[in-house]
C-alpha cells in the first residue's frame, strides 16, 4: 500500500491511496480520524492530516470506517492500480440537499470509496463504522445514515435505510 495523498481544508478532509492488493487481502484496512472532542471540532480550521490514521487494530478515535479483507473479492476489474478514497466532513453543508427533512448531521461524516467501483454489495463480513456520541445531542437517539445520490430524483439525499 503506498503512501496516502492527503488534502485538507476547512470542514473536511480527502485522502487517496493506492492498495496494495495481496497486503489488504491479508489484513484490510482501517481508516481513522482521531479529531478530539466535539468540543474542540472548528469548521473554520483545517483538519490535521496528522489527525488522519490508516491502521491495522482497534484505537480510540472521533470516527473510524474498517474495510475488510475481502472487500475486493466483491468488485469486477481490480488491478494493482485500485486506489481507495477516505473522506472526513465535520459538517454536512457540501451535500446540498434540495428539500429539507428531518434528518439533521449531528456529528462527523466519515465515508471510504473504492475508485472506478458504483458499489461494492455482498461483503461479508461487512464494513464496520464507528463513531463517539455527539454528547450535545439531545432529546432523539442518534441513527446512521449514509448519503444516497439516487434520492430525489438524482440529486441525492440523507438515508437512514
Known amino acids: 500500500t503506498s503512501q496516502p495523498v492527503v488534502i485538507t ?3 473536511f478532509a480527502v485522502s487517496v491511496q493506492q ?10 484496512q482501517i481508516f481513522s480520524a482521531n479529531l478530539g472532542t466535539f468540543s474542540d471540532l472548528n469548521v473554520t480550521e483545517n483538519i490535521d492530516s496528522n489527525d488522519l490514521l490508516f491502521h491495522m487494530g482497534p484505537n480510540q478515535s472521533t470516527a473510524s470506517i474498517s ?3 475481502n472487500l475486493f473479492s466483491a468488485i469486477l476489474n481490480v488491478t494493482n492500480n485500485t486506489r481507495i478514497t477516505h ?3 465535520l459538517s454536512d453543508s457540501l451535500f446540498l440537499r434540495r428539500v429539507n427533512n428531518d434528518l439533521e448531521v449531528g456529528g462527523i461524516i466519515i465515508s471510504a470509496s473504492v475508485v472506478g467501483s458504483n458499489s461494492v454489495e455482498g461483503i461479508d463480513p461487512r ?3 464507528t463513531f463517539l456520541k455527539n454528547p450535545s ?3 432523539s437517539d442518534p441513527q446512521c445514515s449514509f448519503w444516497n445520490p439516487r434520492l ?4 441525492g439525499d440523507w438515508s437512514s435505510e
Open 127 to 129: 464494513l464496520n463504522i
Open 19 to 28: 492498495v496494495d492488493l495481496k497486503k489488504f487481502m491479508e489484513i484490510g
Open 87 to 89: 473522506a472526513v466532513f
Open 9 to 11: 481544508r476547512s470542514a
Open 152 to 155: 430525489d430524483n438524482g440529486y
Open 137 to 139: 445531542i439531545n432529546g
Open 67 to 69: 474495510l475488510p479483507n
